[in-house]
């Protein structure tokens, strides 16, 4: 088994394709890590609901969900409390009685658990799965290095994710100011009027039609223009 390296996990962040991506490669790369894990999940808290964010390929169907159903199981009190769960063989385990059941039927005999500390978002926890007792005893050291590196890596990753999404609203912002100052023009020239009163007549016209200024300036450009402006198709 190749050792997962702090550089590894630093590489597979800088040639993911974005948070999903990134997200996967961590899951499959945390089953290659850490002895013993047979399939892992990422669980992450957004808009009051905990969502499984991705898994590793082997994952069982439904094991992440009957515990967000249930508001019960190893992950979600991984996630809601930020302490580490395990259940070193579930066919023992009092806790979570619904959902060991569906565990063992799904396979599952081993859960590992680890609070992920991710910026902005109120609960996220490394799921670490196996299908025999005990396994997961020799690999909880490793498997906790490796949740906080990967915590790293996708606060990294939301950060980025978070840049590009501000960027994109600013773009948005000076494409829409493009128009309207467009429309602006049109008005003075038509009707000899300075830029504060050309604005006020657009603003009160997009109020009595009740449409948005920027769509209400699109519609002048284009129809003096003949074809509808480049910046009004993004």
């Keep these: 088994m190749r050792p997962e390296t702090p ?21 499959d790369r945390a089953v290659q890590a850490v002895p013993g894990v047979v399939a892992c999940s990422i ?13 590793s390929s082997g994952m069982p169907s439904g094991l992440d969900q ?14 809601g409390t930020r302490r580490e769960q395990y259940a ?15 565990a063992l039927d799904a396979g599952v005999r081993s859960v590992l658990a680890l609070p992920l500390d991710v910026a902005g978002e109120t609960g996220a926890a490394l799921n670490l799965y196996a299908t025999e007792p005990g396994v997961l005893d020799a690999g909880r050291e490793k498997a906790r290095d490796f949740a906080a590196r990967a915590a790293d890596a996708v606060n990294v990753a939301l950060h980025i994710e978070r840049q590009q999404e501000t960027a994109a609203d600013v773009r948005v912002a000076l494409l829409s100011r493009s128009i309207i100052d ?11 009027v300075d830029a504060r009163i050309a604005l006020e007549r657009l603003r009160r016209a997009s109020q009595d039609r009740n449409v948005k200024l920027r769509d209400l ?15 009004a198709e993004r």
Excluded at 8 to 24: H, I, N
Excluded at 43 to 55: K, Q, Y
Excluded at 182 to 192: D, K
Aim: overall charge positive; charged content about 30%; proline content about 6%.
């Design 7 to 27: 550089d590894t996990l630093d590489r597979a962040m800088a040639r993911s394709g974005g948070l999903d991506t990134l997200l996967r490669d961590l899951a």
């Design 43 to 55: 669980t992450v808290r957004r808009a009051d609901r905990l969502l499984t964010l991705a898994g």
């Design 66 to 79: 009957r515990q967000y159903e249930n508001g019960s199981g190893p992950c979600v009190d991984a996630a």
């Design 88 to 102: 070193p063989d579930l066919a023992r385990e009092t806790r979570w009685p619904a959902y060991r059941t569906y």
């Design 182 to 192: 467009q429309a602006i023009g049109i008005l003075m020239a038509r009707e000899r």
């Design 217 to 231: 300036c699109t519609d002048l450009v284009t129809r003096v223009g003949g074809t509808r402006p480049p910046s």
